[in-house]
């Protein structure tokens, strides 16, 4: 045996210690564990994102110095016949209800209510009902509706359902629409496919245009009466649907890093090109459930940032199975082999820890910091 072979042999043994692939599965054990919970973390803290109506609020000294011509409205939804997050499109059947004195408040411009981002599709004539010198006015309407929404969190996304409440016939300077939070509820029971209900709010105020017409500025003001919903996923559904399967194709095309290059050189190419094309083909599949947005939702980011890490991970298989292609061409001693495979097994060991430590880093910002 030959001094070179002696030195390689040494080589070699010292890196068969660090070839041993068992910290590496742990790593992996303990990243899929991460994952979940990351993932489990960010599916249950969850925001509101939708962009909200900009009112400037109506001064409570001019509430109570308008006071004989307030107007106290509110909104009971009964039910919802189409509750569609996905294309925002709701239709919904309601009771709106007002609440005045009629020897200041005209009636009949009350009844030219309407909703912005809504069409009323039908109204019933007004139910009245006398309460000392105030009267209650109910209508029962079936109403066509969108959201705000912002879909950059789907699908760990939550929404705010806005009926926003208007009559352009109303002078908000002779007549002043008010509500509460205690005016606006959603029955027991209403269908709301796939989603729950955890909250209520209102606001009333008015916006204000501006007009130029020559020589001077004229600003209008038109009130606003929003009644909100908040809405959030029933279940985990969704997102397991779409990030268990992102996250197990990686993970196998993963695993390709530890096959042995000698013997399942031929595995290593099917696992890292399977699985990438696996990821393109369910990228697809997804895009027939997900909301068309032009923003760049969580799916999104989450997809680019896999189809990098799978890219790498295929350049890396490539360049190592070449470059021991290739000393096996210029060389025929064993020890200079096997000492060349060590190594290349560690680069890409490392490679694998890399890679791992960086999709959880990625992962929890993507889910949790964005």
């Known amino acids: 045996m030959d001094l070179t072979d002696i030195y390689f042999r040494k080589k070699r043994k010292q890196l068969e210690r660090l070839t041993d692939h068992t910290v590496l599965y742990f790593a992996l054990f303990i990243s899929i564990s991460i994952t979940i919970i990351v993932f489990l973390f960010a599916a249950y803290k969850g925001k509101i994102l939708d962009p909200e109506m900009p009112i400037t609020p109506i001064p409570e000294s001019q509430v109570i110095s308008m006071s004989d011509m307030t107007v106290d409205t509110g909104i009971l939804v009964h039910d919802f016949s189409e509750f569609n997050m996905l294309k925002n499109h709701f239709i919904a059947q309601a009771t709106v209800w007002f609440y005045f004195n009629p020897a200041t408040v005209d009636k009949s411009i009350i009844d030219k209510f309407s909703f912005e981002k809504g069409v009323i599709l039908s109204k019933t004539e007004p139910r009245e009902i006398k309460y000392g010198d105030k009267l209650l006015v109910l209508y029962e309407i079936e109403l066509q509706c969108q959201g705000f929404f912002d879909y950059s969190h789907f699908p760990l996304d939550q929404h705010r359902l806005d009926f926003i409440l208007i009559n352009p016939a109303a002078d908000p300077n002779k007549l002043l629409y008010v509500t509460s939070p205690d005016s ?173 430590l960086a999709f959880n880093f990625l992962f929890f910002y993507i889910l949790i910091l964005r």
């Not at 009130?223 to 993970?251: C, N, Q, V, Y």
């Not at 595995?267 to 997804?286: D, M, P, Q």
């Open 184 to 356: 606006i509820e959603l029955a027991k029971g209403a269908f709301t496919e796939g989603w729950r209900n955890i909250g209520k709010s209102t606001k009333y105020g008015y916006i204000q245009d501006t007009f130029d017409p020559p020589k001077e500025k004229l600003p209008v003001s038109y009130e606003r009466t929003i009644f909100s919903f908040a809405f959030e996923h029933s279940s985990l559904k969704e997102g397991i649907i779409i990030f268990m399967p992102l996250i197990l194709m990686f993970m196998i095309g993963l695993l390709s890093l530890l096959l042995d290059m000698v013997f399942e050189s031929r595995e290593i190419i099917e696992l890292a090109v399977g699985s990438t094309l696996a990821l393109v083909f369910f990228s697809n599949y997804i895009r027939t459930f997900t909301p068309v947005t032009g923003t760049f939702s969580l799916v999104d980011a989450f997809y680019v940032l896999l189809m990098a890490f799978m890219s790498g991970i295929f350049l890396i298989q490539i360049f190592a199975l070449q470059h021991y292609r290739k000393k096996q061409k210029t060389t025929q001693l064993t020890e200079v082999l096997e000492y060349t495979l060590s190594y290349l097994t560690i680069f890409r060991s490392v490679f694998f820890l890399i890679i791992l």
